[in-house]
T-cell receptor, first 111, second 113 residues
Framework: KNEVEQSPQNLTAQEGEFITINCSYSVGISALHWLQQHPGGGIVSLFMLSSGKKKHGRLIATINIQEKHSSLHITASHPRDSAVYICAVRSWGGSNYKLTFGKGTLLTVNP | EPEVTQTPSHQVTQMGQEVILRCVPISNHLYFYWYRQILGQKVEFLVSFYNNEISEKSEIFDDQFSVERPDGSNFTLKIRSTKLEDSAMYFC???????????FGPGTRLTVT
């Protein structure tokens, strides 16, 4: 069973700051997802990656397969980035691609 | 852009009642999932569904739960006799064959009183 740990659990930043959220997992995976959950509860997929780095606007996600670690970075953070960011992994084996989730990181960006 | 939809957005029910949560996955997707998130806790996998049958289920998904794809578009989660601890946000997700990315619906908040 894969254990997914995120840090920090809570993060408060000032607008414009560079944000880093970390995710580590215990068992090798085939893919890792970064998801965003807003206060209303809906989940939006930000990235899915299995190696290297992906960038979308101000968001950057990296993964180190050997170290079983991924980071989500937000450059020039903005109050609208305030949300819960969730790391979820898909372990090897099976064809169902079920996800195992971390507890999430609550990000608050103050103006 | 195609999206997964869920109805209702909020359901309040009394303990012991049956509830059906509905999802309309993206039209060309073939794999379907239900997840739940108890308030303040992490999202948990419940069940995956492919080719009109359950392909995997978690320990949470006991005999009180069932899933169905009654027609070509809907995907439902039924809880036969709700308990207080079933109160949670339930998310449906779907994906296309050959791709890992899952698309999530907005969730149904179930409150059991």
């Amino acid at each position: 069973k894969n254990e997914v740990e995120q840090s920090p659990q809570n993060l408060t930043a000032q607008e414009g700051e560079f944000i880093t959220i970390n995710c580590s997992y215990s068992v090798g995976i085939s893919a890792l997802h970064w998801l965003q959950q807003h206060p209303g509860g809906g989940i939006v997929s930000l990235f899915m990656l299995s190696s290297g780095k992906k960038k979308h606007g101000r968001l950057i996600a990296t993964i180190n397969i050997q170290e079983k670690h991924s980071s989500l970075h937000i450059t020039a953070s903005h109050p609208r980035d305030s949300a819960v960011y969730i790391c979820a992994v898909r372990s090897w084996g099976g064809s169902n691609y079920k996800l195992t989730f971390g507890k999430g990181t609550l990000l608050t960006v103050n103006p | 852009e195609p999206e997964v939809t869920q109805t209702p957005s909020h359901q309040v029910t009394q303990m012991g009642q049956e509830v059906i949560l509905r999802c309309v996955p993206i039209s060309n997707h073939l794999y379907f999932y239900w997840y739940r998130q108890i308030l303040g806790q992490k999202v948990e996998f419940l069940v995956s569904f492919y080719n009109n049958e359950i392909s995997e289920k978690s320990e949470i998904f006991d005999d009180q739960f069932s899933v169905e794809r009654p027609d070509g578009s809907n995907f439902t989660l039924k809880i036969r006799s709700t308990k207080l601890e079933d109160s949670a946000m339930y998310f449906c997700a779907s994906r296309w064959t050959g791709r890992y990315e899952q698309y999530f619906g907005p969730g149904t908040r179930l409150t059991v009183t």
